[in-house]
């Protein structure tokens, strides 16, 4: 469970923001809550309740504030895996389904917003790699695969003027969620996009193209450590 918890902290760092980068200027509650969340999610207590109250107030002022609803979402999802860890099912259930109302409300709310999308895709597609194969794994990945895909047609226009690290992110996590889906081929398109990339992205890519059945990383190699 350590490394779902850790797998969540990275997907966060690696691809939320990815997300960040990405939003306008005026949607840009992400640089106002991701320290102090990105600081929980390594064990942070006082960070992760000043990002907690910081959505809870948001969200008190204005319950259809997308941004503070999914992240309030993930956090809620994080506490499940910690719950878990300690040996709380029941609470971690609780956290767990909470979490996931939350972020598929904020998605509902905002479609279009990667700074939304990104965020849910995030957690869901750790989350799903990180559980025994199942249905419900299959879903969160489904459900990550399809936030990544539109963050990806809505950048689509920009993606050559996008950072290596931000385009490395998006194509390796769809490759991770297609391949753990057994799409082979979709996986293969998005690794042949991320093997045009520069350094340590084209290599994951390659060396993944070449081996499909390799486990080291293609995600997480750019801003945080990629073990």
């Known amino acids: 469970m350590r490394g779902f918890l850790s797998g969540v902290f990275a997907a966060g760092l690696g691809l939320v923001v990815f997300a960040a980068a990405s939003a306008q200027p005026n949607q840009r509650f992400d640089y106002l809550v991701r320290g102090d969340m ?4 390594e064990g942070d207590e006082e960070a992760f309740e000043r990002a907690l109250t910081l959505c809870e107030r948001t969200l008190a002022e204005n319950p259809d504030h997308a941004e503070a609803l999914v992240w309030h979402g993930a ?12 040996g709380g099912r029941d609470q971690a259930i609780a956290f767990f389904s909470q979490g996931l109302a939350e972020m598929n409300r904020a998605v509902a709310l905002a479609p279009d917003n990667i700074g939304v999308r990104i965020p849910r895709g995030a957690v869901l597609l750790t989350a799903g790699l990180a559980m025994p194969e199942g ?8 459900t990550a695969i399809g936030d990544y ?16 690290h931000a385009r490395g992110e998006l194509a390796g996590g769809l490759a991770e969620g297609w391949s753990r889906l ?5 996986a293969r398109a998005y690794l042949t996009r991320m093997a045009e ?26 801003c945080h450590t990629s073990k």
């Open 135 to 142: 249905e419900r794994a299959r879903d969160y990945i489904r």
């Open 38 to 41: 990105f600081a929980g999610f």
């Open 197 to 222: 990339l520069a350094g340590k992205y084209a290599d994951a890519a390659n060396e993944r193209l070449a081996d499909p059945t390799s486990r080291r990383r293609i995600t997480c190699l750019g």
């Open 75 to 86: 956090a809620t999802f994080f506490r499940g895996g910690r719950a878990l860890a300690a």
């Open 149 to 164: 895909e539109r963050s990806l047609a809505l950048q689509e226009p920009a993606w050559p003027r996008m950072s290596v």
């Open 182 to 186: 057994g799409e082979g081929e979709k």
